[in-house]
């Protein structure tokens, strides 16, 4: 079941999604799409691998596997060794749900504020926090992520997950350099050709 308290683990993979406040829009130009991917590839890729993704204008999906606990306090330490990191706890501590829960907060407090800006608005842009649902076996990990690329299908933005441009269902599909687990989500589903059978 979603919710917005979830630590989120290292070593653990999770359906992350949120949407705008009221009838608001979180994209309203390719730009904006192609900001928000930028933003999270800087805040969250060293973080998080990511298995899939969805961006639709008033709402996004993001399929996810937190890194393991070496790589996360790593590529913190490397950060706040640049002197942009937050202070966080002693090293014994369990810190990388905090980690995650801190950069998640930078990723979308940046497009926000960049949003808000370009689009002269104040105030909250999402609605309250991000929801998560932790994800325990494969073949729901399969579910979500045919439910996140037939999302603007099912919203009739289009009429197949291909014609759609935000999402991760064309980039899976390429050899295109991408931060997406091309490999792993493909033997999720044992080749290509199973795969979009799948998505149809």
Request: with cysteine; aromatic share 14%.
């Amino acid at each position: 079941m979603a919710d917005t308290k979830t630590p989120l683990e290292a070593d653990s993979s999770y359906h992350i999604y949120n949407r705008a406040v009221g009838k608001e829009l979180l994209f309203k130009t390719e730009e904006n799409y192609s900001f928000f991917l930028r933003r999270f590839k800087k805040y969250l890729s060293p973080f998080v691998d990511v298995y899939a993704y969805c961006l639709i204008p008033n709402h996004f999906h993001l399929i996810i596997r937190v890194k393991s606990e070496r790589e996360v306090r790593n590529e913190y330490q490397q950060i706040k060794n640049a002197g942009v990191g937050d202070k966080l706890a002693d090293e014994n501590f369990n810190v990388v749900p905090k980690i995650i829960s801190l950069q998640f907060s930078h990723f979308f407090n940046s497009y926000a504020q960049a949003f808000n800006k370009e689009n002269h608005r104040k105030g909250s842009l999402f609605s309250n926090r991000y929801k998560r649902i932790q994800i325990r076996d494969e073949d729901y990990l399969k579910r979500l992520i045919i439910y996140t690329h037939k999302n603007p299908v099912n919203h009739r933005l289009v009429d197949k997950p291909k014609e759609w441009k935000f999402s991760s269902y064309n980039t899976i599909l390429s050899e295109k350099e991408s931060i997406l687990m091309r490999r792993e989500v493909i033997e999720l589903f044992d080749d290509i050709e199973n795969f979009n059978y799948c998505h149809l």
